[in-house]
C-alpha cells in the first residue's frame, strides 16, 4: 500500500454516460497527478494540483474534468468518452511537484 | 520531447541472472527515478538520482547517471520471478517546477 488509494478499481461504461474517478491520498502531500496510460504508449500525464491549484493540463480533451476539491482528494470526472479513452488511469500524489510521486494502484477503465 | 526512452523494450532472462536495462533522455535533468509496475497495477518508486550522483544502490538494484551522455542504467543483480514487471524510468527537468515525464519502459521478463 502506498497510501493513495483509488475508486472504482474497474469501470465500463458506455460513451453517454457520465462517471467520476476519486483518488484519495493519505500522505499529507500537496501535489497530486492523474496519468492516462494506454498500451504501448508511455505514461501520459494529464493533469497537475498543487496546493489545490492547477497548474497543468496537458492538452487533454475537454470531456476529462478534474476537481481537486482539497489537498487529499482528486476527481477526474468523464462524460462522452470514446472507445479510445479505454486505459488504465493512474492518481499520483507527491510533497512536492519535483519530489517522486507514489501512484495508487490505479483504475482500469474501459468505454464501449 | 523530455521523456526518457528505455532500452530493450522487452527483457527475458533466467532466475539468478543480472538485469540491466537503460535509459536515454533529451534535457538537462534535476534528478532521474525508475519505477516498477506489475501488470495492470500502479508504479512503485523504486530509487531516485540526482543530477550530481553517479551511482546509486539500493538492496539488489544499482543505479548509475551519466550526464555527459544523458543516459542512466537499472541493474538488477540475481533476479527472481518476483522482479518480473515494467521497468521505468521518469526525468525531472532542471528548470522549472515541472512534474516527471515517464518513458515507455522495459518489460521484464524472469523464468524460474
Known amino acids: 500500500e502506498t497510501g493513495v488509494t483509488q475508486t472504482p478499481r474497474h469501470l465500463v461504461m458506455g460513451m453517454t454516460n457520465k462517471k467520476s474517478l476519486k483518488c484519495e491520498q493519505h500522505?499529507?502531500?500537496?501535489?497530486m497527478y492523474w496519468y492516462k496510460q494506454s498500451a504501448k504508449k508511455p505514461l501520459e500525464l494529464m493533469f497537475v494540483y498543487s496546493l489545490e491549484e492547477r497548474v497543468e493540463n496537458n492538452s487533454v480533451p475537454s470531456r476529462f474534468s478534474p476537481e481537486c476539491p482539497n489537498s487529499s482528494h482528486l476527481f477526474l470526472h468523464l462524460h462522452t468518452l470514446q472507445p479510445e479513452d479505454s486505459a488504465l488511469y493512474l492518481c499520483?500524489?507527491?510533497?512536492?511537484?519535483?519530489?517522486?510521486?507514489?501512484f495508487g494502484p490505479g483504475t482500469r477503465l474501459t468505454v464501449l | 520531447s523530455q521523456q526518457g526512452e528505455e532500452d530493450p523494450q522487452a527483457l527475458s532472462i533466467q532466475e539468478g541472472e543480472n538485469a540491466t536495462m537503460n535509459c536515454s533522455y533529451k534535457t538537462s535533468i534535476n534528478n532521474l527515478q525508475w519505477y516498477r509496475q506489475n501488470s495492470g497495477r500502479g508504479l512503485v518508486h523504486l530509487i531516485l538520482i540526482r543530477s550530481n550522483e553517479r551511482e546509486k544502490h539500493s538492496g539488489r538494484l544499482r543505479v548509475t547517471l551519466d550526464t555527459s551522455k544523458k543516459s542512466s542504467s537499472l541493474l538488477i543483480t540475481a533476479s527472481r520471478a518476483a522482479d518480473t514487471a515494467s521497468y521505468f524510468c521518469?526525468?525531472?527537468?532542471?528548470?522549472?517546477?515541472?512534474?516527471?515525464?515517464f518513458g515507455k519502459g522495459t518489460r521484464l521478463s524472469v523464468i524460474a
Open positions: 521518469a526525468t525531472v527537468r532542471n528548470s522549472g517546477n515541472t512534474p516527471l515525464v
Open positions: 499520483a500524489s507527491s510533497q512536492l511537484i519535483q519530489g517522486p510521486p507514489f
Open positions: 500522505l499529507g502531500h500537496n501535489a
